[in-house]
């Protein structure tokens, strides 16, 4: 499927409509569709929509990429990953429809995605937008339930436009005509955009700060919006910047008509890997028992400040880095918050990824920003060298979700 276009992004709709049209439009078979874009965020408020759903007895299906450790992550059938055999037939089903015609691997896989829903029982679908919106093979979908907006940063910017008014119109793309729509926080330029794209096709908006709210307050997480006010737990996804997150999901759930109780199961019952996970298990654990252990795939500048934001929230340790990035990215960026919570970097290339950063440019890059910074060849050798330094340290490996995903795969 990867041969069948000589680029792995090339934005826009022409071949996945004429794929779905060959497939028999499975787009317009799915059960209740909530469709998510921004750049931060989209993955959490999905997991915590379908938690929210799904504590509510709904079955729900949900489509998210990039996958950490294994394809199947992608597509999710009525509460369970694709099995194997599945997933099989429905690729070999869409290859042959497909018809040696040039597509890209993304675009193919999404429409074998929409066949699965338009052919499994459930209640709702959950769909994240892969990269934008407006040309994204996802924005298929003519009349969803409801479109989720998280905040946007800049991220990208090859394919979406170098400024925040820009990228912000391609993921406002989503938009329906009468389509309510949650928008999560966001910067004033981005707002504008959203808000005249939304007036000019009648869409009804839910923003962050005018129709619904989210704080902390006393170790509880508070809601309001119109119809009154939530106290709730915490979200059990570690983070500050979950609260916003939860936030989108509550404003999402009670907009769809779900109680309280559907909103409690969202904020405790999600899971998301490598968002700001504690590893407490594996053989990268063993191999440094003193060690706390973390993992995070962001990597633009809007995720390094909310992972500094975090680490500034966690009982004082020696706080250390493994980063490795892809040579798309914001480095300085992403780096620049964390210099003053880290005592150092190991830097290392990403194995397997030819859009790898050599980890040398990122141990570089690391030292202008302000930062100790060393370069070593792999993840278990930089975790020694700082064991061997520090015994009792945190360590976070960050800077990449295709880390974040062999880290996964390769800690069992």
Avoid at 282 to 310: C, F, K, M, R, Y
Wanted: proline share 6%; hydrophobic share 45%.
């Amino acid at each position: 499927m990867m041969a069948l276009h000589p680029k792995i992004i090339d934005l826009t709709l022409d071949r996945v409509w004429r794929l779905l049209h060959a497939l028999d439009d499975p787009q317009d078979k799915l059960p209740p569709v909530i469709h998510l874009a921004g750049t931060n965020g989209k993955g959490s408020t999905q997991a915590m929509l379908r938690a929210g759903l799904e504590g509510a007895g709904k079955r729900v299906h949900a489509y998210t990429s990039p996958h950490l450790a294994r394809f199947h992550e992608r597509i999710r059938l009525a509460g369970e990953l694709i099995t194997e055999e599945a997933l099989t037939a429905l690729l070999d089903e869409c290859y042959r429809a497909n018809d040696g015609e040039t597509i890209t691997y993304f675009e193919i896989t999404t429409c074998a995605a929409l066949l699965a829903f338009a052919r499994t029982p459930a209640e709702y679908t959950l769909l994240e937008v892969g990269l934008g919106g407006r040309l994204d093979a996802t924005n298929v979908i003519e009349a969803p339930a409801l479109t989720v907006i998280t905040p946007i940063s800049l991220d990208h910017q090859q394919f979406l436009g170098d400024t925040l008014a820009e990228i912000a119109g391609e993921k406002a793309g989503i938009l329906k005509r009468g389509v309510p729509c949650v928008v999560g926080p966001q910067p004033d330029e981005v707002l504008e955009v959203i808000e005249a794209r939304a007036a000019r096709l009648g869409a009804p908006l839910l923003v962050h700060g005018q129709h619904w709210t989210a704080w902390e307050e006393r170790g509880r997480l508070i809601y309001q919006d119109e119809n009154g006010l939530l106290d709730l737990p915490l979200p059990n996804l570690p983070g500050a910047h979950q609260i916003g997150n939860a936030g989108m999901a509550i404003a999402g759930l009670r907009h769809l008509g779900f109680d309280e109780a559907a909103c409690e199961a969202a904020v405790t019952m999600a899971f998301w890997p490598a968002r700001m996970q504690r590893l407490r298990s594996g053989p990268l654990v063993e191999s440094a028992p003193g060690i706390e252990l973390w993992l995070d795939g962001g990597h633009n500048p809007a995720a390094g400040d909310a992972l500094a934001t975090h680490l500034a929230s966690l009982p004082a340790r020696p706080t250390y880095l493994i980063c490795g990035m892809l040579n798309t990215k914001d480095i300085a960026g992403f780096l620049r918050p964390l210099a003053s919570h880290a005592v150092s970097l190991d830097a290392v290339s990403i194995p397997g990824e030819a859009a790898t950063l050599p980890a040398e440019t990122t141990a570089e890059v690391a030292r202008s920003v302000g930062m100790t910074a060393h370069a070593d060849a792999d993840v278990p050798g930089a975790l020694a060298r700082i064991a061997a330094e520090a015994p009792e340290a945190r360590v976070l490996i960050c800077g990449s979700l295709y880390l974040a995903g062999r880290i996964l795969r390769e800690n069992g």
